[in-house]
C-alpha cells in the first residue's frame, strides 16, 4: 500500500523524528552542563537511569524507522544507532571536567535499548500501551 504524497504526509514523517531527537538533545545537554547529575543516593542509579533513557531512545528510533525499512532490519539500524549515539555521549562527557567516560554507563545504554526493542517487537500489550493515543484519551 502507498503512502499518500503531499505536505500532510512529509509533516507525519518528520513528526516522528520530534520525539527522539528530543530525547537526544536532552542527553547531550545533560552531558554537557558542569556538576554532576543529582538522583538518588542509591548503588547503580546512574545505570538504571542509562538503562531507561537509552530503552526509550532505542523505541522512539525503532518506531521512526517504520517507513521505507524491512521490519527484519529496522531493528538492527535502530541498535546501530543507539549504540552509536550512546558511545558519542560518553566521549561528550569524557571532555566534561565535571564528568567521565564510563564503559558501563554505554554498556547501561546498549542494553537498554535492546532490552526495550526487543519488549516493543515482541509483545503486543506493551507496544499497544506505548502506541495508546494520550491526547485522544484525555479529551474523553
Not at 538533545?25 to 552542563?33: D, L, Q
Not at 530503552?55 to 521490519?71: A, H, K, N, P, Q
Not at 567521565?100 to 547501561?108: E, H, K, N, R, Y
Request: positive net charge.
Amino acid at each position: 500500500m502507498d503512502m499518500p504524497k503531499g505536505p500532510e504526509n512529509q509533516f507525519s514523517k518528520f513528526r516522528l523524528w520530534l520525539p527522539p531527537i528530543g530525547v537526544m538533545a536532552t542527553i547531550v545537554y545533560a552531558s554537557s552542563v558542569g556538576g554532576r547529575p543529582s538522583g538518588p543516593d542509591v548503588v547503580g542509579f546512574d545505570k538504571l537511569a542509562h538503562l531507561l533513557v537509552f530503552g526509550l531512545l532505542g523505541t522512539l528510533l525503532f518506531r521512526c524507522l517504520r517507513i521505507g525499512f524491512m521490519e527484519h532490519r529496522r531493528w538492527l539500524v535502530a541498535m546501530v544507532g543507539v549504540v552509536a549515539f550512546g558511545l558519542v555521549d560518553e566521549s561528550l562527557q569524557f571532555f566534561n571536567p565535571a564528568r567521565s567516560f564510563d564503559p558501563w554507563d554505554w554498556l547501561a545504554d546498549l542494553s537498554g535499548a535492546l532490552l526495550a526493542i526487543y519488549l516493543y517487537r515482541n509483545w503486543g500489550w506493551y507496544r499497544k500501551i506505548l502506541e495508546t493515543r494520550l491526547w485522544g484519551r484525555l479529551a474523553k
